[in-house]
């Protein structure tokens, strides 16, 4: 994918403190561990467990989730299916309403050319498209989407989620999958009364349901306390951010992605200016009023991005400061946009570059 004979690449050996920047730099130790954390928690709990590849991107890090115990894969776009599909991966679930024609006949060949392939719904709409076009070929698995209280997708009540289900359990070409829900935090006990009812209604009319999917890694440790579920999907924890160590899931020293930036200017004592804004750390402020811890310097404030540059307000720091040229790293507040923004990521170990990765599934389109 990298296919710009201008980039600047680097290369295993080499030193990250030489690296170009602005720069995600990720640490191969810290990574290693935030799989080998997760995936332990959810076999110790007897859940399965499904990574969402929209943080990383990368095959070489899902081949990773997987070797550790992982069941499957989750993904958000078809185009990011077809990039997984292509490197190995079989068992896979997209978690999005799939409508119109071209994405349907897409996604009808993606499921010829795997065996794993599932999808959800939440809407007559949807579920009457899919039965119209996977009516005459291979019959896809298809998950009704509950909201639990996350208030993004989802069908608002059990006796919907089973109205759903029997639909697509009556439906030519299609195969009814389960439940799936990606709840707000801390709401362990409405997703369990949410999805226990539902059971309860599908139970009752011999529908089987062989997946309940609950999701998040704002809910990570809280998985098992949803008992109805069979398996569990996130993403953020492979890498963790500033938001994941705000909810308490994690410490600064479990992000594995840095952000490594130059200081450009020192126009004032207490300002300094970046070489990454919005195109490098993102916009995204998910409740913070700043973009981003900057390390080694926890007081410093982040006030303001704009495309290329990033501003940086170091009055309550006292007199350590840095200084024009001096690289400093930053740990984002959304580790997942910050993935989309760059072709490449360069892993390290203790400042020395293992790889560099191509972002395989970034900027696709549906």
Known sequence: MQNNPFAVVAKAGDNVADLSTPRPIIDEDRLAANIARTQSYMDQHGLNFRPHIKTHKIPALASAQVAAGAKGIN?????????FAAAGFDDILITFNILGPEKLGRLADLNERIGGLKVVADSTVTIDGLSAQFAARKPLVVLVECDTGGGRCGVQ?????????????????????????????GAAAEVQAFLSETLALLKAEGIGCPIVSNGGTPSLFEAHLVTAATEHRAGTYIYNDRSMVRAGHCGEDD?????????????????A?????????????????????????????????????????????????PEIGEKIRIIPNHTCVVSNLFDTMVFHREGLVTRVEDVAARGLVW
């Open 273 to 321: 200016v970046i070489d990454a804004g919005s195109k490098a750390l993102t916009s995204d402020l998910l409740g913070f009023s700043d973009y981003g811890t900057v390390i080694g310097y926890p007081e410093a404030v982040i006030t303001g991005l704009s495309e290329e540059h990033g501003v940086i307000d170091f009055s309550k720091c006292g007199a350590k400061r």
């Open 255 to 271: 992000c594995a992605m840095h952000v490594l930036t130059t200081v450009v200017s020192r126009p004032t004592a207490d300002r």
């Open 157 to 185: 009540t059990p006796a919907e989620a089973f109205a759903l289900a029997k639909r697509i359990h009556d439906a030519k070409g299609l195969t009814f999958g389960g439940l799936l829900n990606y709840p707000k935090p």
């Open 75 to 83: 993904c958000q776009k078809i185009t990011e299916a077809e990039v």
